[in-house]
């Protein structure tokens, strides 16, 4: 009885738990969306932002958070659709710790009255004031070098940021390993970089490098010496097969997956597998999988359909031919043909028949036992 | 015989005169066959242009809208969930999943830009269990286009953020064409015996700060 009226309780809470919610389909935009200023002790600037995407009669918000953030005022705390509001920012005379501080000026809808899940959309602008390190002082921002194919000229490029108080003449270098052995290394014309200014640095070598992958590093010497590595791969119109399925159901017929790996750095179009399966040297099936494009490196499968639904089960040699442009790559593969595993019926009765056979043994030693017993007595 | 003789005199003429004048014009502009093939050699056009930054987000999906519905006879709780833009899923329970999609968010600027989210209630605040069970809401962030959003929760159910700034699921959401774009589906528990009931209402607040 007490489970009966759980049970209506329940179902009664649980129909009027309400799920009805706002159908949405809103945008809300800023701009500027960065603005990057050198900090400076009691610098006073303004900023002009415009709210974008917003509806005529869209109620906003303004705010500043993060770092900073209590150095900000502005003209209007609230707006109505896409109209502009004035940031002033008022620096104190000294931030303690330097490098990148972010104020983010946020325009948030507000939407008074919600029925079931509202969504409301928040936008933030960057303000980033760069505080100086104290004495000499550089980052590497980014050190980018493309992957190419073979003999195709290679493009590193770099950006140095020199962050501190002092203007600094940068001695560039860089390194290009494969593996842990260096192949090429190169200088760059030195540079000077006024404070709080960044620079580019790129290099291009034209006659390019052998396929492969390959590890490089730029070092930048200002009496200290800051370095970053990035990896750049150098293509070769390959695709190898990397995996491909090993173990199949007799009796039916099932996927052939073929995984691929494009070592090109351009997309390969029309990549098909053909699949001939022997037993013996004799042939027992052959497929052919559809064709797909590759990207540039991109690893993805070929699915073909290999027909077990004659054959014996055992071992039998796949012999996958790879086509791409004018190019065929081939893999000699094993693959295995197994019975059906047991279905949960037939593993629930040998189970069941285990299960009956103990405790008959069970029995037979108990009545056999109570008979000795009752022997001696 | 007359007329053919004064047109070949007045084609001569034509000629000398036509020849003389180049001479002349020449002579008086040596670089007039620079500026009479349109060629423009060192001088430059100059166009004024500025394109300013701006940061934009756009959510585009009509509903997450479950309805009213019930938990299945016997069942301690129901579980509903959005799957991108296929069907939700609705199990021991009777909600519609019709047209029930996740929200759908994509950057319209021309800045990548971090993407956080952060609710107005946690799972206990929206269903209030009476035993503190079965209740949960969460969230999951998707790429709607491979390569659109880096993060670490990527493609994770996790839990609602009610702290202010919420969880921060995208580090970078790009602003290319081709990358701009993620799904945010939704997922709620229902407990058998939640403390609140009638109409349930929350607030979702979705941030795109400028990548800075």
Redesign the interface.
């Known amino acids: 009885m007490k489970f009966k009226e759980g049970v209506i309780i329940f179902i009664v809470f649980a129909t009027i738990v309400l799920f009805n919610s706002n159908e949405v389909s809103a945008a809300l935009g800023l701009t500027p969306a960065i603005m990057r200023a050198d900090f400076k002790p009691y610098d006073k600037f303004l900023i002009n932002f415009n709210v974008i995407g917003a509806e005529g009669n869209q109620k906003l918000e303004v705010y500043a958070s993060g770092d900073l953030a209590e150095y900000v005022k502005f003209d209007k705390d609230e707006l109505l659709g896409s109209e502009a509001f004035i940031a002033y920012i008022d620096l104190p005379g000294e931030i303690a710790k330097p490098g990148q501080h972010v104020i983010y000026i946020r325009v948030r809808e507000i939407k008074d009255t919600y029925s079931g899940i509202g969504t409301k959309l928040e936008i933030g602008a960057a303000v980033v004031i760069k505080v100086p390190y104290p004495g000499r002082y550089a980052e590497i921002k980014s050190f980018v070098v493309n992957n190419t194919n073979g003999g195709e000229s290679i493009v590193f490029y770099s950006e140095v940021e020199n962050l501190g108080v002092e203007d600094l003449t940068l001695f560039p270098n860089i390194e290009v390993y494969s593996g842990n052995k260096l192949i090429d290394n190169f200088t760059l014309e030195n540079r000077l970089i006024n404070h709080t200014t960044s620079e580019i640095f790129t290099k291009i070598v034209e006659k390019g490098y052998d396929a492969g992958v390959y590890n490089s590093t730029i070092n930048f010497n200002y009496g200290k010496i800051i370095s970053q590595k990035t990896d750049f791969k150098v293509g070769i119109l390959s695709i190898e097969i990397v995996n491909w399925s090993s173990k199949f159901i007799k009796g039916k017929i099932s996927e052939f997956q073929i995984g691929v790996e494009s070592k090109w750095n351009n997309d390969v179009r029309n990549v098909y597998a053909q699949v001939n399966v022997t037993k013996n040297g004799n042939q027992v099936d052959f497929f052919k999988t559809p064709s797909i494009e590759l990207k540039k490196w991109e690893k993805s499968f070929l699915t073909g359909f290999f027909n077990c639904e004659n054959l014996e089960t055992g071992k039998y040699i796949a012999n996958i031919s790879l086509f791409y442009e004018d190019k065929i790559t081939e893999k000699i593969v094993e693959v295995k043909v197994s019975n059906p595993p047991l279905s949960r019926n037939v593993i629930m009765a040998i189970g069941l028949g285990i299960f009956l056979f103990l405790v008959l043994i069970g029995i037979i030693v108990y009545l056999f036992l109570n008979r000795k017993k009752s022997f001696k007595k | 015989m007359k007329s053919e003789t004064f047109l070949f005199i007045l084609s001569i003429v034509i000629i000398i005169l036509s020849f003389t004048s180049i001479f002349v014009s020449l002579y008086k502009n040596p670089n007039v066959l620079q500026k009479l093939t349109g060629y423009v050699s060192t001088n430059y056009g100059y166009v004024n242009l500025s394109i ?20 299945n ?2 069942e ?1 709780n ?1 579980t ?1 969930y959005t799957v991108r833009n296929g069907s939700a899923v609705v199990q021991r ?1 009777n ?1 519609s999943a019709t047209n029930v999609t996740a ?1 759908h968010v994509e950057n ?4 990548n ?1 971090s993407l956080s989210i952060q609710t107005g209630k946690n799972a206990h605040d929206f ?1 209030n269990s009476l035993t503190n069970s079965n209740e949960q809401y969460m969230l999951n962030v998707t790429n709607k286009e491979s390569g659109s959003c880096s993060g670490d929760l990527l493609g994770s159910w996790v839990n609602v953020n009610k702290t202010s ?1 919420g969880t921060r699921f995208c580090n970078n959401l790009g602003f290319n064409k081709d990358v701009n774009e993620i799904y945010v589906d ?1 997922l ?1 528990t ?1 407990p ?3 403390g ?17």
């Open positions: 300013s930054s701006y940061v934009s987000i756009n959510l585009s999906t009509d509903s997450v809208s479950w309805g009213s519905g019930a938990i006879s016997g301690t129901a509903l329970g909600w929200l319209m600027g021309n800045v830009c269903f700034g939704v709620f229902i058998y015996d939640a609140n009931i009638g109409q349930q209402s929350d607030v979702i607040i979705i941030t795109g700060d400028a990548s800075g």
